[in-house]
């Protein structure tokens, strides 16, 4: 089945202490996206690859760090966490050439 | 700047139509997504307007106007199992995509 997994799917933590959110593919998609979402303001994107070690900033990076070292893996990394990164996290992706972005099923972190 | 509004919410009879209107305003433009998400759930994908004019797929349909910034999404024969939020989304460019707020639509039988 086509999918984009997320793990875990809910995290409490505290701050300061690094964490990472996993996120992979089956598709073979080339571009992947990290999205927070908050009540209020919508989707963000927090960075985005158009490729295997090819990586950029969206809107909302302070924070947070990816990586792309293989084509189906796109993790997010907080290496200190503040309660201001408290939110609902997506990771999509999608197929060069189509603009539709699939998206996985959430990760619900909480920093306290 | 980069802005995408939409109502915040909106409710509707079981079996009527409804229509859910977005305005944007960005830096660029490439197309604009509709988007369907559940509570707690992920977004799907409804729909996506590169050119100006009506899309129908269904009971959804979905309109655009670029030169004046405005799409809607269009729902008939409203089931209750439409009651979700729906993203308005502009395609920017370079794999850079800017979300509205969401509406929150509610189906009341």
């Known amino acids: 089945e086509a999918q984009v997994t997320q793990n875990p799917r809910y995290l409490i933590t505290v701050t300061g202490k690094k964490l990472t959110v996993t996120c992979s593919q089956n598709m073979n998609h080339e571009y992947m996206s990290w999205y927070r979402q908050d009540p209020g303001l919508g989707l963000r994107q927090i960075y985005y690859s158009m490729n295997v070690e090819v990586t950029d900033k969206g809107d909302v990076p302070e924070g947070y760090k990816v990586s792309r070292k293989e084509k189906r893996n796109f993790p997010l990394i907080l290496e200190s966490p503040s309660p201001n990164q408290t939110s609902l996290y997506f990771c999509?992706?999608?197929?060069?050439?189509?603009?539709?972005?699939?998206f996985g099923p959430g990760t619900r972190l909480t920093v306290t | 700047g980069q802005n995408i509004d939409q109502p915040t919410e909106m409710t509707a009879t079981e079996g009527a139509i409804v229509q859910i209107n977005c305005t944007y305003q960005?830096?660029?433009?490439?197309?604009l997504f509709w988007y369907q998400q559940h509570a707690g759930e992920a977004p799907t994908f409804l729909s996506y307007?590169?050119?100006?004019g009506l899309e129908e797929k269904g009971r959804f349909s979905s309109f655009l106007s670029r030169s004046k910034g405005y799409s809607y999404l269009l729902l008939k024969e409203l089931q209750m199992k439409d009651s979700a939020s729906y993203l308005c989304a502009v395609y920017t460019g370079g794999f850079k995509t800017i979300f509205g707020a969401g509406t929150r639509l509610f189906v009341k039988a």
């Open positions: 307007n590169v050119l100006d």
């Open positions: 999509a992706s999608s197929a060069r050439g189509s603009n539709e972005q699939y």
């Open positions: 960005t830096s660029g433009f490439n197309g």
